[in-house]
């Protein structure tokens, strides 16, 4: 089973560092490819570039929570999300699932 991921191109989780805007200031964010590719269709999927569609997703955050605390962690599940929503998977609900076990082992 590990040979399945162990084979994996190493050019889909090499970081790329892209240039945004957030509130007016440039600003960059580093990623591995495959999240970029993802947050590429989300945004398509939205009618949006890649770049207002994070500034947006940001801005979004900002309003509901006060504050955005660690942004690139956002984006990433923010990825999953989009995959469970279009899979058909429960990622977030089984995370989430893990997450409270652990605290009620800990």
Excluded at 1 to 24: E, K, W
Excluded at 34 to 43: K, P
Excluded at 59 to 73: I, M, P, Y
Aim: glycine share 4%; aromatic share 8%.
């Amino acid at each position: 089973m590990c040979h399945v991921f162990a084979s994996q191109d190493p050019a889909i989780y090499q970081t790329i560092t892209r240039s945004v805007r957030l509130n007016g200031f440039s600003t960059s964010i580093r990623l591995e490819a495959l999240f970029w590719s993802i947050l590429d269709q989300i945004a398509k999927s939205q009618d949006m570039s890649t770049g207002r569609f994070i500034s947006t997703l940001h801005d979004e955050v900002l309003e509901l929570r006060g504050e955005v605390g660690n942004f690139t962690s956002l984006l990433r599940v923010t990825c999953a999300v989009f995959i469970e929503r279009n899979q058909g998977m429960n990622l977030v609900q089984s995370a989430q699932s893990d997450l409270t076990e652990e605290k009620q082992v800990a």
